[in-house]
């Protein structure tokens, strides 16, 4: 299974974009790459996720590399509400298309 | 509103008995999913479902037992062989099991033991 590095913590100043990084160097061709974020004591929200392109969606965008060794979420402006745990994904496709998820960056976005 | 409904949000389970959490989902989606988050750890998959009256083992499948009679719901139990039960038992469906659809989570049930 690919394996995702993402750093644990990050803060963001509201108003601003927040960017998070995710490496996946060991992504497979037809793996997608997904994003998630958990606030405590709540289920996991879908965000956005992708093959190879850019995407974009009303909540988020994001950023593959050409060689889909990594990739970058951008929430464009950051509000205290944005404040999560943020989890990239390369989504498997046994014991149907299970996440894993790792230890996820701790978002905090400060006032 | 369409969505994922998991109930009850917090249960406490007595020594050797069953405790049984549902999950229902008004998204007419055929897979459904069933993972356990313990503090400061990612999700694990207990079982899964793809399709009305077929179920699969995940990676945790002891100590649990699940059921899909009905499309929109997966009731997941908790027996008495699950020795550590305590933890946050989340419930996930997607249009089908394939790699370009997104699973979406419910708010979790919370177990805890009495």
């Known amino acids: 299974d690919a394996k995702t590095t993402q750093p644990p913590s990050m803060d963001c100043a509201e108003g601003r974009a927040a960017n998070l990084p995710c490496n996946h160097s060991?992504?497979?061709?037809?793996?997608?790459v997904y994003w998630y974020r958990q606030i405590h004591s709540q289920g996991p929200q879908y965000i956005i996720h992708?093959?190879?392109n850019n995407e974009t969606n009303e909540m988020a965008s994001l950023i593959i590399t050409e060689d889909r060794k990594s990739s970058t979420l951008i929430l464009p402006h950051a509000t205290l509400r944005d404040t999560a745990v943020y989890y990239c994904?390369?989504?498997?496709?046994?014991?149907?298309?299970?996440?894993?998820f790792g230890q996820g960056t701790e978002l905090s976005v400060k006032p | 509103d369409g969505g994922i409904t998991q109930s009850p949000k917090y249960l406490f389970r007595k020594e050797g008995q069953n405790v049984t959490l549902s999950c229902e989902q008004n998204?007419?989606?055929?897979?459904m999913y069933w993972y356990r988050q313990d503090p400061g750890q990612g999700l694990r998959l207990i079982y899964y479902?793809?399709?009305?009256?077929?179920?699969q083992k995940g990676d945790i499948a002891e100590g649990y037992s699940v059921s899909r009679e009905k499309k929109e719901s997966f009731p997941l139990t908790v027996t008495s062989a699950q020795k550590n039960p305590t933890a946050f038992y989340l419930c996930?469906?997607?249009?089908?099991?394939?790699?370009?659809?997104?699973?979406?989570f419910g708010d979790g049930t919370r177990l805890s033991i009495l």
């Open positions: 479902s793809q399709i009305v009256n077929d179920f």
């Open positions: 994904i390369v989504r498997v496709y046994n014991q149907g298309g299970k996440l894993i």
């Open positions: 996930a469906s997607s249009i089908w099991a394939e790699g370009n659809q997104p699973q979406h």
């Open positions: 998204l007419n989606h055929d897979a």
């Open positions: 992708g093959l190879k």
């Open positions: 060991t992504i497979s061709g037809n793996e997608y």
